[in-house]
C-alpha cells in the first residue's frame, strides 16, 4: 500500500504530538510544522524516519502557500491535515484589547483557514483527502475567562461543517474532534493549584477521570483512515462526557 502523508501543525508537543506519534505508529509518513526549531528537531528524533518538519510560524500566513507547495513537491502529494495548532489566553472579558482577541484568531482561525486552503488545492488533484480540526470544551459550552479562544474554536465548529459541505464532493472529508480535560504536564499543574476548578471539572465529567493524550490521538486518527470513509462534517467530543454531564 502506498505510504500515506500526513500534516501535524503544532506536532512537537502536547496534543500535537501524540497525534503525529500516533500516524507514525500507523506508518503514516508525518510531517510537523511549528516555530521553534529545537522543538521540531527533538520531536523528530523521537518520531523517527517517518517523521520530518518544516519550520512555519504561523502567525506568517503569507508564508503558508509556499510551505504547502515544497512539501507536496518534496513528497508527492499531501494524504491528511491535522489543524492543531493553537494559543490561548486566560484574561478576564472586560481586560481583553482588540490587540489581544485579534492575536488569538490570527493563529486559531485564519491560519486554519489559510492551511486548509491550501492543502485542499492538492488534495482535489489526487481526489481524495483528509482534514481534521481540533476545537475545544469552549466550543461546547460558556467557559469564563477564554472569550478570544472561545470565539475561535466556535469558528472552527462552523467552518469543520462548511468546508465539509464544498470539499466532500471532491473526495475531501472534513471533520473536528473536541477534547475534553485531558492529562497534560500543564493541565495536571493548572489542576492540582485549583482544587475547586478540578472538583468542577470531574463532577461533571461522568467517566470521573482525565483523558490522556492518546485518546486525542485515537480519535483524530480514525477520522483521518479510511475505517471513517463515510463520515465528514461532525464534532466528536473526545471528554469522558464532560459536554453533557450535569
Known amino acids: 500500500m502506498k505510504t500515506k502523508i500526513a500534516i501535524v501543525t503544532g506536532g512537537a508537543s502536547g496534543l500535537g504530538f501524540a497525534i503525529s506519534r500516533k500516524l507514525v505508529e500507523e506508518k503514516v509518513r508525518t510531517v510537523i510544522i511549528g516555530r521553534n526549531e529545537d522543538s521540531l528537531r527533538a520531536a523528530v528524533a523521537e518520531l523517527g524516519e517517518l517523521c520530518s518538519y518544516k519550520v512555519l510560524d504561523l502567525q506568517q500566513i503569507t508564508e503558508i502557500p509556499d510551505c504547502i507547495s515544497s512539501i507536496a513537491a518534496e513528497l508527492g502529494t499531501i494524504d491528511i491535515l491535522v489543524n492543531n495548532a493553537g494559543i490561548n489566553q486566560k484574561k478576564p472579558f472586560l481586560e481583553v484589547t482588540d490587540t489581544d482577541f485579534y492575536h488569538i484568531i490570527h493563529t486559531n482561525v485564519l491560519a486554519v483557514f489559510a492551511m486548509s486552503r491550501e492543502v485542499s488545492k492538492v488534495m ?16 461546547q459550552y460558556g467557559i469564563p475567562k477564554v472569550i478570544a479562544y472561545t470565539a475561535a474554536k466556535s469558528a472552527i465548529e462552523g467552518m469543520t461543517k462548511a468546508m465539509a459541505v464544498e470539499l466532500s464532493p471532491l473526495g475531501i472529508r472534513v471533520n473536528c474532534v473536541a477534547p475534553g480535560f485531558i492529562k497534560t504536564a500543564m493541565s495536571s499543574k ?3 493549584s485549583d482544587p475547586e476548578r ?5 463532577s461533571r465529567t461522568p467517566m470521573g477521570y482525565l483523558g490522556l493524550p492518546e ?6 486518527y480514525y477520522l483521518s483512515s479510511e475505517s471513517s470513509k463515510y463520515v465528514t462534517g461532525v464534532i466528536v ?8 454531564g450535569f
Open 237 to 244: 467530543p473526545v471528554d469522558g462526557g464532560n459536554s453533557i
Open 124 to 139: 482535489i488533484s489526487a481526489g481524495s483527502g483528509a482534514i481534521v480540526n481540533i476545537s475545544s470544551m469552549a466550543a
Open 190 to 192: 493548572a489542576l492540582d
Open 198 to 202: 478540578k472538583s468542577k471539572v470531574l
Open 215 to 220: 485518546d486525542v490521538a485515537g480519535a483524530v
